[in-house]
Antibody, heavy 118, light 111 residues
Framework: QMQLQESGPGRVKPSETLSLICDVS?????????WGWIRQSPGKGLEWMGS???????YYNPSLMSRVTISEDTSKNQISLKLSSVTAADTAVYYCATYGDYDAFDNWGQGTMVTVSS | QSALTQPPSASGSPGQSVTISCTGTSSDVGAYNFVSWYQQHPGRAPKLIIY???KRPSGVPTRFSGSKSGNTASLTVSGLQAEDEADYYCSSYAGNNHFGIFGTGTKVTVL
């Protein structure tokens, strides 16, 4: 059974780059599916950040495109997220999720909270 | 692209039905049959309960159903149960490889 586990620093300073890792177990990321990131600001809704297919180009939310990078590491079966020039508005729970068989976000990690603060 | 519009709250007694609307535009909800719904309990990750407007993933109870008319999609929970108390979010493919615009979310309370 596929499992996704996010990890990374819980606090990032303003203007720095947020970096997160999604460890995938029970499924090889090179076998299919889009792998991506979704975030949820405290008390607010969900925002798709972007997704990537194995050896494909990543697709990003236009509102974040200038700051976000999603990449894969097949040797470690991981997906990574980098978000540059962060501000307090980037404080959120960040989820790793697949966009797969159902044309929807069908597998989610438990999420990791990131606070942007000096 | 703006978030899809959902009512902030909805409620019903056990056994009753509740319907949540999700209003988008002719560029997202109205353009594609890739509308999905997610259930989120406090402190938990969202869970997919409806995809492709009307379909349920394996294991999701039949009391959850979806529909769409024009630019508005709807989720109906029939025979409300205590465990259905949660936040619900809709999402739609928005074209140009924009995989998902989400709704503003609806908190469902079981009275």
């Amino acid at each position: 059974q596929m499992q996704l586990q996010e990890s990374g620093p819980g606090r990032v300073k303003p203007s720095e780059t947020l970096s997160l890792i999604c460890d995938v177990s029970g499924y090889s990321i090179s076998s299919g599916y889009y792998w991506g990131w979704i975030r949820q600001s405290p008390g607010k809704g969900l925002e798709w950040m972007g997704s990537i297919y194995h050896r494909g180009i990543p697709y990003y939310n236009p509102s974040l495109m200038s700051r976000v990078t999603i990449s894969e590491d097949t040797s470690k079966n991981q997906i990574s997220l980098k978000l540059s020039s962060v501000t307090a508005a980037d404080t959120a729970v960040y989820y790793c999720a697949t966009y797969g068989d159902y044309d929807a976000f069908d597998n989610w990690g438990q999420g990791t909270m990131v606070t942007v603060s000096s | 692209q703006s978030a899809l519009t959902q009512p902030p709250s909805a409620s019903g007694s056990p056994g009753q039905s509740v319907t949540i609307s999700c209003t988008g535009t002719s560029s997202d909800v109205g353009a594609y049959n890739f509308v999905s719904w997610y259930q989120q309990h406090p402190g938990r990750a969202p869970k997919l309960i409806i995809y492709d407007v009307t379909k349920r993933p394996s294991g999701v109870p039949t009391r959850f159903s979806g529909s769409k008319s024009g630019n508005t999609a709807s989720l109906t929970v029939s025979g409300l149960q205590a465990e259905d108390e949660a936040d619900y979010y809709c999402s739609s493919y928005a074209g140009n490889n924009h995989f998902g615009i989400f709704g503003t979310g609806t908190k469902v309370t079981v009275l």
